[in-house]
């Protein structure tokens, strides 16, 4: 089993997937425990996301991009404003999908289904191209 995953170890996609998923989980927990405490839908999505801001950076910056992390000092500093940044337009993307679909009646767990795709795909592309772009390219 372990020789089965080993592979998959190496694929850097993959590896940012599963921190996604960990991200995520602390996303939609928290999402769908503010929902059910009454805070407002795109409230709810931005609190959750902002959860899943930190727990992704601690997990991929280490786990999925740990060959690319910059060391302690300044060029570190710019990785982490970077991926806020990505981070802040992930949120953005969240919250208007989000927010728009509330608004025009359809169910904010299903918005946010579809904001889940959407801003995985913005960061991925973000932090893999600029944010840990790799040091020799910085």
Known sequence: MVQLIQ?????RLARYMAASVVAL????????????IGVFAAGASAAGYCLGILVHWLVSSRKVFGDTLAASGPARTRQKVLFVFSALL???LTTTIVGA??????N??????????ASFALTWVLR????????AAA
């Open 108 to 117: 904010p767990r299903l918005a946010k289904l579809v904001a889940i795709v």
């Open 25 to 36: 989980g602390a996303d939609m927990g928290s999402f769908l425990l503010l929902l059910g």
């Open 101 to 106: 679909a509330d608004f025009a009646g359809f």
């Open 7 to 11: 592979p998959v170890r190496q694929i």
């Open 90 to 92: 992930g949120l953005g």
């Open 128 to 135: 893999n191209r600029i944010v840990f772009r790799g040091l």
